[in-house]
């Protein structure tokens, strides 16, 4: 059980705090002190590699496949996908003697809550169950001792939509578009149907993306569904935060971070990405203009990259809202709202004209399914059509009979430099919020020449 600070020592735990963030373990006996870190895929480290031991790791080790990752039905206990490289491991944080990472790719809002339907433990001795409550093994790993900071990144996946869902979608109308003409547009339009029925749109119309050339932000996420992950967003960390100080923990006595997102794509990118002889996204049929941008890491319309960094700045305002109504809630709390969305310039995909080389985030590329190589090109088979040979890509990373589902997911998702990116954040934000004594809104910049990173309250 966790050590208990009195009451009466409040003012004292917190202004000891605010030196540093191991602190308060002084007030809590010997106990260690840790950080901790809550969310989906943007946090967990999906994207950065070197798993931890056993989770997910033989799915990326070269090791034969096998049936574990089906879209609707996740069976793989370790599919959580937590990197030695993702941001609360590598972070600079003085006084901190244990890291945390209990965020999980896929993961929504309502998860700190509750146990997601949608992921099974099974096998390997685990008990057959839905993986747990965050907040649930939140209490459990955090006993015994000294919780200094929370990390939580949430927002982007809701019960409808899901980041590489929507990722995946954008891309198939862009391919459609570029290469396959209005046949081919029709076949990938009857594709998205049929996961469509009345009761449940999880896609939108194909053609409706062409008619705008390129996803729209109101594709994924209605208002109603933005308003529901703020609530659920909110519920979960007012039980976070009361939770604390059941168990003893004094307002202020540690810092409580809600991470923003940032766009894997330039909204601007390179001029050399932009058009083909002359040709641009609003034209047909753009063949050559497709494999430069699937090379590069960005097969989208630029539309689409545009709206990317829309979706990342709607879903940074909604952590943003909720530390606002977090900190009227719990007065004296010491809560940080964390804006990365300029965290990663100069480096996002297609920003410069040597990518992906030096970008922050994977490329959207796929794994061919007879040898499970990347495919870092489309394949010039003149034989075959052009959307045929990227059907059979986008096949091996969909289809569950395959096993490889989890070979493409990290698509789009901060690499292991994106996350020490992040880190130089956090460990700034933590930093001059102690200097500033409290709950403040920061914001986090990296210089596009340089890649320095600086933070500043805003």
Not at 117 to 132: H, K, M, R
Not at 289 to 298: I, M, N, S, T, W
Not at 363 to 374: G, K, T, Y
């Amino acid at each position: 059980m966790i050590g208990w600070i009195r009451a009466g020592r409040a003012v004292a735990a917190a202004a000891a705090c605010a030196v540093g963030l191991g602190a308060c373990a002084a007030d809590r006996g010997d106990a260690p002190t840790v950080a901790v870190a809550l969310g989906d895929s943007f946090i967990s480290g999906e994207g950065a590699q070197d798993f931890i031991t056993g989770d997910g790791a033989a799915d990326y080790a070269g090791t034969a496949p096998t049936p574990l990752f089906a879209v609707d039905n996740q069976t793989d206990p370790y599919f959580c996908h937590l990197s030695e490289n993702a941001l609360i491991e590598v972070a600079t944080l003085p006084g901190v003697d244990e890291r945390l990472n209990l965020a999980c790719s896929g993961a929504e809002p309502e998860d700190l809550l509750r146990a997601n339907p949608d992921f099974v433990e099974v096998t390997g001795g685990l008990a057959t169950q839905n993986v747990a409550p965050q907040l649930e093994q939140y209490w459990r790993a955090t006993a015994g001792k000294t919780v200094a900071l929370v990390v939580v990144g949430l927002g982007a996946n809701n019960a409808v939509n899901n980041f590489s869902g929507a990722l995946g979608f954008c891309h198939a109308v862009f391919m459609a578009d570029a290469a396959a003409g209005p046949a081919g547009r029709a076949a990938v339009n009857a594709v998205i149907e049929a996961y469509n029925d009345e009761d449940n749109t999880v896609f939108p119309s194909v053609q409706d993306a062409l008619e705008n050339n390129g996803c729209t932000a109101t594709d994924f996420y209605s208002q109603a569904e933005l308003n529901g992950i703020r609530d659920a967003y909110r519920d979960g960390l007012q039980q976070l935060i009361a939770g604390m100080r059941l168990r003893g923990y004094p307002a202020g006595s540690w810092k409580l971070v809600l991470h923003g997102y940032g766009s894997p794509f330039a909204p601007t990118p390179d001029a050399s990405f932009e058009r083909e002889a002359g040709q641009t996204d609003a034209d047909r049929r753009f063949r050559a203009l497709a494999r430069e941008r699937y090379a590069a890491g960005c097969p989208l319309h630029l539309e689409t990259m545009r709206v990317a960094d829309d979706l990342a700045n709607t879903l940074s305002e909604i952590a943003q809202d909720t530390a606002a109504l977090l900190r009227a809630e719990f007065p004296g709390e010491d809560i940080v709202y964390l804006d990365v969305q300029r965290a990663f310039d100069g480096d996002r995909l297609c920003e410069r004209a040597n990518s992906p080389a030096g970008a922050l985030f994977n490329p959207i590329w796929f794994r061919d399914a007879e040898n499970n190589e990347i495919q870092r090109e489309l394949p010039q088979v003149r034989t075959r059509p052009m959307a045929a040979q990227w059907a059979d890509l986008a096949e091996a990373c969909a289809n569950a009979d395959t096993g490889i589902f989890a070979r493409c997911q990290d698509a789009a998702h901060p690499n292991a430099n994106g996350h020490a990116a992040l880190a130089r954040c956090l460990g700034q934000a933590v930093a001059l919020s102690n200097r500033q004594g409290g709950p403040s809104d920061i914001r986090c910049r990296r210089n596009a020449q340089t890649g320095a990173v600086s933070v500043e309250p805003f």
